[in-house]
């Protein structure tokens, strides 16, 4: 029986109510003073953010950029910050990454095996071989990039057709082992979005930070209140919110007001 | 004026004839016997490696999942393993990222300013905002997937248009920042992507290993022989050659001879 991030998810909201992805986007030149003095600076950051805002969190999302641009001590400070977070809330590592078989699985024995995240996100680009050692392992999930919420999304993704293409190619993958990254930007293609991928977690980013409208994400992709099957993500605007020496209780704060809006 | 891979690509190739990519995915499990005792295997195992090698080496590219697999150790490895390719010879970080332009910012300065790697290849779905960390670092150099080597890249690249869609957006960058990874194993293709692109390095993986045809590939992709504009990867049928005491020796045969088939 699988366990994958699809259940934990599930539980999670039935148990807290909440649909908060909090993204870990602890770049380090962004920290407050009170914490740079630290020996693992972005670890104790987020040690502290995870403090105040677990209660408010359906998933936390670190992004590995920031913690490779801190070298070993930030790849540290990933390993610890997994560990750290309790049991019962999904880690989902934004990583990105797709490549050929054998590199693919690399990347799973070192996220899934050693760090023992929940789930990744990963880039179709180079086809289904991205998505075999994800399906080799029992509970492993990933959430394939299908829109994204930057300016040049335009590009491939709408211009090209990819972020149709890319829906049918998920449409061939099992719910319970393979998610959405759909950008937020804009109502109409999250709709459209929602209708070729029903039944499926959107990882949404997007808002706060990158400009997207709560409201109209959650009239166009959340599916029912028994299953809304999204996970809308904030980043800089919830663990940033202040660089006081209280930061953490205002990220915690900011967590929960956000939550409070994300009604479905 | 630039410094980038462009101008080191040329100058090697000038100096040593050779268009060879010694491709170090030097996999933690399938090291030999005689350096898994080392306090860090596979710097130990690289280091020897690009001893034997490097006279035969055009670039090297180490492929970041094989060493985030082994965690902290391995980054190191990667680290010792950049500073130690000597200047004159581009190492090539094959981590296929792509993200929005804060986080490929992050990115930027963990593998350019950190690392301090001469080029990275990256994923070219998110659109023109992957490029914006490159362009704004003087030297710095990229390879976009324009069309990769497994089996699964029928799925975007061939069937989806996705190869020709990314050339011409590599078409608007200029060659001395931007170059191509082509995959090796159709030859009509590699004809068909050099006419998209001329006057830009091909990175060329899928020779050995994964099935590549040499004599095609030079016939379709190599421009002249005063610029050739390719750079052939081999990674598993040179660093695993053999896994015997002597497996650096092999492997510096292995690239020798290898090098000597690629003629222009």
Redesign the interface.
Known sequence: MSTSLFNKYQARWKSTGSLLCVGL?S?ITQLPDCVRAEANPIWEFNRRIIDSSAASACAYKP?L??Y??D??RG??AL?KTVEYIPAEIPVILDC?????????E??A???FD?LKVDAITL????????MQPILQREGAFAFA?AL??????????LD???DE??SQ?IDGFPPDRLGAVVGATQSKDLKRMRRLLPGRIFLIPGIGA?GGDLDSVLRSAAESSDQPNILINSSRGIIFREKTPQFAQAAGEAAKELNQLIVV
Chains 1, 2 share one sequence.
Do not use: C, R
Request: hydrophobic share 40%.
């Open positions: 986007d770049d992004n950029a920031f490779l641009n070298g070993l790849l540290e390993q990105k990454v797709g490549d050929i078989g054998n590199t693919m690399q990347y024995v070192a996220f050693h880039n179709p680009l180079m086809g289904t071989d991205v990039l994204t919420s930057n300016l040049s999304a335009q590009d491939f993704f090209g057709g990819m293409k890319v190619w990158q």
